[in-house]
C-alpha cells in the first residue's frame, strides 16, 4: 500500500517502472511474461485506486496484459474486493477485461463447477461471475454490466447464471435486484440440477436455520450440564456437612 505521491516519484524518476514485470531485470519492457506488472500487484494488495490510474497512465493498455497465470488486473481485483473506483479505472483502459474469463485463484472453482458434476469450464470464469461469488458491491457489478451486458445471460459449467451464484453465495439484496432487472428471464431459470435462483435463497435458509438449531440444542446440552453439575456439587457438600 505504497503512498501515491512515492508511486509517483518512482514512475517519474525511472517511468519503465510501471512496464517492468516482477522478477525481471530492470528494462525487460515487458518482456518476460512470466511475472506480473506492478499493476497485478496493486490490483491484488488494496493499493489506493490513485496507485491503479498512476500505473496505468504511465504504462497504457497496462490493464490488458495477463500475469504468469493469465490473469489480468481486473481480474486480481475482482478476487481483492476493490473498490469500484479501482474497477472503473481498469475497464476504462480495456473494457474487453470483462468478457474474459479467470481461470485460477480464490472464487474461481466456485463458479466453474469444479469438484462438481460438469467439471471445469476451458472459458474460467466471468469477472461478474467471480464478483457475484465474492459479495462484491452493486457499484461493482454496475460497472461490469455495463462493460459487457450478456454477462448476466452467460451460464457456469452447472447451467448458473449469476443469478444463481449471488443466490447461493448471499450477495446484498441490491445486487439481486440489479442482476434481476438486467436479465428478467434468469429468475426462473433452472441451472442443470433443476434449482431456480429462489431454490438457492430457500436453501440457504435451511442451512441458517438447521446450523442456530444445532447452536441452540448444543447450548440447552451446555446449560443441562452445568444443571447437573450444581446438583452433584450440592449432594457431595450435603454427604460431608451430614456424616
Do not use: W
Not at 515487458?30 to 504511465?58: I, T, Y
Request: aromatic residues 4%; charged residues 25%; proline residues 7%.
Amino acid at each position: 500500500e505504497a503512498p501515491l505521491e512515492l508511486v509517483h516519484s518512482l514512475l517519474k524518476a525511472y517511468p519503465p517502472g510501471a512496464c517492468t514485470r516482477c522478477g525481471g531485470g530492470l528494462g525487460d519492457r515487458c518482456q518476460e511474461k512470466q511475472s506480473p506488472l506492478p499493476l497485478h500487484l496493486a490490483c491484488s494488495f488494496d493499493s489506493p485506486h490513485g496507485v491503479v490510474r498512476a500505473l496505468l497512465k504511465a504504462n497504457p493498455g497496462g490493464a490488458s496484459e495477463e500475469d504468469g497465470q493469465g490473469r489480468l488486473p481486473l481480474h486480481c481485483a475482482i478476487r481483492n474486493n476493490a473498490p469500484v473506483e479501482t474497477i472503473s479505472a481498469l475497464l476504462e483502459d480495456y473494457p474487453e477485461a470483462a468478457s474474459v474469463g479467470d481461470q485460477n485463484g480464490h472464487g474461481i472453482d466456485l463458479v466453474v463447477g469444479s469438484g462438481r458434476e460438469g467439471g471445469r469450464s476451458e472459458l474460467g470464469a466471468l469477472p461478474l461471475q467471480v464478483a457475484c461469488v465474492l459479495g462484491a458491491s452493486l457499484e461493482v457489478v454496475k460497472a461490469l454490466d455495463v462493460a459487457y451486458p450478456k454477462a448476466a445471460r452467460v451460464e457456469n459449467d452447472m447451467g448458473e447464471v449469476p443469478l444463481h451464484l449471488a443466490c447461493r453465495y448471499e450477495a446484498p439484496i441490491s445486487v439481486v435486484e440489479f442482476l434481476i432487472q438486467s436479465n428478467p428471464d434468469s429468475a426462473k431459470s433452472p441451472d442443470r440440477d433443476g434449482l431456480i435462483p429462489i431454490d438457492y435463497v430457500q436453501r440457504v435458509q435451511v442451512q441458517k436455520d438447521t446450523l442456530t438449531l444445532d447452536c441452540i440444542e448444543e447450548e440447552d446440552i451446555v446449560s443441562n450440564s452445568e444443571v447437573v453439575d450444581e446438583k452433584l456439587r450440592e449432594v457431595s457438600f450435603q454427604s460431608t456437612s451430614n456424616p
